[in-house]
């Protein structure tokens, strides 16, 4: 039926809900228009109700709608509304069969809405009861799907929330009764897999946990119906492991809670995400709660069974013994599975099981296995030997042969080990002796399982193996008489599970206490004292106790460890093992036996023993699951007795005959037990994808790969009509270029990085330290536009640097300089950029020539600024020098490929070691610059320089001479005055800047660390200069003027020394 | 980005002109989808094939189906239709479909939204034999009790107009039919808002929820149709009834022997073993059939006296057209009080 479209007036009109909010805010001023609406619903409810199939289409306000609106207001009005949940009741169980789907869902969750607001009480049945009297004869009846779906999860909310807060055993106990009703009652229908759902879904959410639930099951079981059958049977053999695994289901998606309060100072802060990190926070400390809560004690639905034997026996006649039955095998062996747990569980005794399971026990039958798996379960110490040897020897005459495949006699081999754990009696000494020979066998599996009966042997039962079998321990214990095999029935005296060590651990500390005390540590000690401090330790003290009582537990690597399982859980034969180790190793069996009695006897254990022995039990626990620990077989009986034996342990080994597996199911083998790894790819591939991932961008190289091959087809063009000669040098220069370790290869930042990452930091500080030599020679490593020493600058800077700076003072006059050259050349850079591009004539240098062409009103910066700086110390050179050095530059000049990019390319190549220039004193110096001033044309830079040089009380360093032109022909006063802008006087510079300031002043904060001599190397100081120098002090005698000098670098260090001792002194 | 020649041409190709070829079909488009479909033989299902003109008598049916419809005028049209089809008839022949036929499709439009369906549903009914409108008030009353409650104003009017029809045509059913008696006056109450001693005040919100109609004076309108209803139920009548009894007792109908034989004779009013309830649901007080004066008095005088006397009174005190209105239904509370609760 299509909804009529409802045009804009008419839903105003008819706006129920609106009217339904009015009623909620003020029910007293609206209790006319409900009742209007109320005689509305009567009226529709009559129409209905005279034909409830013919569901007619009633204008615009349909019967739902009034259904609802009603209900949503009910707790206003309910004396006017006394009938009305009878009334829904009413129509939805006589006519849930007719009655459209939307208005029977509308019925049910009206009903469940009224329930939640109590008002479905009536005088025999309260709230929830009555819907649920309503809703589940309605779920078994009703052929629509969608209708059971939705009454199925109605009820089993309605179910869970009346048992919230405490258990409603009133409405539980009507419920289950109800349950167990349906499934007695008719037992050839499948209306029982109502049941049995909701007791499933029931018993996994721990709402019933008790026998009455198990008992529905048990009737499910029983019954005649194939599913309800299966369903009841499945319920025994999962359902608690359902429900463990619910259990951990909750506890599994535990929140964050420190990452969620570190998120929400990072991100942005809004109240959505408080509201998150509230919710969140509240969920973890409700959790939290829960986990301090004692367990719930929960049986195991085999556990709350009334009567297992009757149960077990009813099973077994019923659905597997007779032939009238009409099981199919799966389900067969479903059941099976469930009567041989009970047996093994409970040591019940059905005779009949094991002579039914003869007819089975053929390679030939289909998923044999679990039939193998079904007796070894179904065996317990109390099957007596004859029932089960003609089995057993069945089991080896079909599987165990050298006929067969490997996997048989691996499943065959298995399946009477497992039997023999159970009931060591069942095997005869000629059938052992001839299945342990397979240990020789060349299948592995068969060897591994022929071995694991051996083993098991030696434990239980060494006297019937061949003597060679036996191996050591084992004829050792038979020698002593240990090692007897147990008699039928026989049963092993109980204990308290860790007494034995607790024992123990309290024989150690009595030792410790004598040795603490001086006494001899094995001697008797006061008994009574003992008592004493045993009655004060009565209580657990908390700060006694609080460091072992919390999760951790101390695990000794090389203790041993043994486990005795206490008498009920009935794991005799793996157990006796343990102990009859123990017992050996103490060499006195019967001792150590008396001993274990008597603590339990003699003495009470206060609640302090009893936390203790806990805490040595999980700790002895931990010890055996650690790999190398010697108790294997304790490992082994860890399984618990509940655990049910599948068909996967019979078949265990089978899949080691290696020859049968496919090379997949190999892989899949070796990759079994492995952790999930990505598939094998190469360190790049992985690395670009994880760039990927992280959203980087790409590389120029792989930018370079991807370009379209159209952009790049000119270049290559152009490249195969290259000359012999431009191919030539393009390689020549490549070939440069990966010498000096490619283009990016000792970049500023490479070069800082390497010298503030590295250790070498001191040493790299030593090479520039040595002198011009040593940054020449890392010259040709460095592009040629960076300046040397603004890359050392950052290093320089760092505090670790200037410590080691500190107690060398003549190297400050190299740090400090080249503090200053950075500023100097970035304004160089962007001032006169465009200048620079050219390279100056080679004949620019000799500067002498044309003196005048400079001195431009003092501005610093003329139109061939680079060389104004040089002007005033050039050099008077003769001319055949003059020639000679330009030749020698032309020559040069030609000889490098490229060209050169600066002057400092051609300074290197033709650098002639710079002479020393002596140190000066301030006043001195001063008193130089002066007189450089005499001779210097004025010059606005030249200005600025003494000036500064004056204040900062510097003198030039070798970096200028990296810089600067040869000093022959090129060097000037201003230049001597230390500044780098001036040393570079090949290149522009503006005047002054504000970093230049900046520059100047830490290099006079530096400088004042220096001592006041200084020691000066000049490399490319001018002659000039230096004879001034040399004027002013005569005291210099060996000051060569005229010469070149001799490079300092080159000067044997004593005279260094003396030059700076000198110094000092003056 | 499309980088390579190769994606610039797919690209391109997007915006190139299909080439047309004479003689040759036009390309299909990339998006096309073969809808033809083989079979060995087609069969059409509702095939309608006339060679002549539809019957009056399948239009008549045609255009009851139609009352169903979606469309507003569509389901006013065919009403418009079926009350001139009813009307034009020849006069004493029957109905081209029986009301009981009619009836279903007809009761839903009683709470149709459109006022136009509504006015002209009030048209068609109008127009069907009184006789037969007798048998099937029971039917009806839950629409116009329905109708009467309603959340729109505008309905609710036309309700109250559809129930004064009724009352005119078959005023006696009306009154005694199941919940005939008590649920109507319960709506009337409602619709009046008389319900308790506040909501009767002239001071209080007599604006009910709900959207006022746009026909004026409602109340009015409502009042009339209360005042006819009563008087139908508990009015004195010209003792019609007790007439015909002391007929039936002395009449010579039936020969001699044969005395108030009559009344041993099944009842000539329509249902006349509806009280008995074989086959509906089991009623209580409120849908109970109140068939005779008496019963009809004594129920009133319990439940509706007060109420009604009350609100009376406040209308008259109101004035106007409502004090007006009002007077009408005093005068038949009067009359019924005065004649008290029957012989």
Redo the contacts between chains.
Sequence with gaps: MVK????AL?K?????PN?QH?IRRDPK?????F???L??Y???R??F??APS?A??????SLRELIDFISHVADAYPEILKDFPQQLIDMLMQHHLVLEPELREKLVGSLVMLKKKDLLDSATHYSGCRLLQTLFPILITTPSKTLRALLFQKILSELRTANTKTKNHKLNRTMQTVLFNLVSSDRTSSKALWAIKLVRELWKRQIWTDAKTVEIMKEASLSENEKVIIGGVRFFLGGDKEREEAEDESSDDDVDVGRIRHQLGINKKTKKKARVAEKAISIHKKKEKKKNQPHPLNFSALHLLHDPQGFADALFTRHLQTSKAKLNLENKLIVLQLVSRLVGLHRLHIMSLYSYFQKFLTPRQPSVTSFLASLAQATHDLVPPDVLEPLVQKIANEFVSEASAGEVATAGLNAIREICVRQPLAMNETLLQDLVMYKKSKDKGVMMASKGLLSLYRDVGASMLKKRDRGKEASMGLRSGDKLAKRFGEQESGGIEGLELLEKWKEEERRKKRREMGLPSDGEDDEEEDEENNWAAWNVEDDEDSDDSGDWVNVQSDVEIDLSDSEDEGKAPPNKKNKQDEETKKDAAADALSEFSKLATTKILTPADLAKLAELRAEAAVGAALPGSKSRHAQAAARHNDDPLTAEEIEGLARLSAAKQTREERIAHAREGKTERSEHKSKEAKRKERKEEQGKSSTNKEKARRK?F?MTIGKARSKNKRSLVETRAVLKAHHDRQKRGGKRALTQRGIIDLVISSRLRVNAFQIFKEGPILSTSYRPLCPSNYPLPSLLLPCFLSPTFQSTLAPLPLSTSYVMPSLVAQPTMSTSNDALSKRRRYQPAISSFFQSQQPESHIVDGTPVSHNHYAAATFSATPVVSEGVQSSLLSVGMRVRKSVADGYKTQRSLKQEKSIPPPLVAKTPTAERLAGMYSNDELTPFSGISKYDQSFGSRSGHIVNDEGDDYSLPPSSQESVASTNSFNYDMNNSQKRTFVSDEFAAWEDRSNIASRDAPTGRHILAPGMGQQRRRMLALRRPSQPNMDIDDFEEATFLRPLEEVDADYARMDWA | MG???KRKKEKQKDFQKPKLKVGKARAKPENFTDTSFKSKSIVLNQQSLHLNAPSANSVFTHNLSLL?S?SDSQRRDSLAYLTSSIASRPVNSSLPQPVSVML?SL??L????NTNVRTQLLKLLRTLPRHDIEDHVA?LL??I??G????????RVSAVEILSWMVEAAGEQVVSCA?GWI?TL??FL??L?W??EE?SKWSS?RA????SGSQGRPMVKVLGALAEFLDAGIGQHDAGDDETLEDDGSSSKWPFPLSCTGQHMISDSSAPYAYLNLF??PRDAE?EMYETREDRFRVFSNRFMPAIERGVKSAREEGGEMGRASSGVSKVLKEAILYGPGA
């Design positions: 009529r479209k409802l045009g008419e105003v009109e008819a706006d129920l009217l009015k001023s609206y209790i006319e228009d009742r209007a609406q005689y509305q009567e009226s529709h009559e129409i109700m005279a013919a007619t289409d009633t204008g615009i306000i379209n159209l | 980088s390579s020649s169903s979606k279903p009761l839903p009683i709470l149709d939204g039917q839950p629409y009790r329905a009467m409650t309603h959340l729109a104003a505008d309905i919940g649920k319960n709506c409602s619709v808002g319900h308790t909501s919100n009910s929820f709900g959207k509906g649901q849908g």
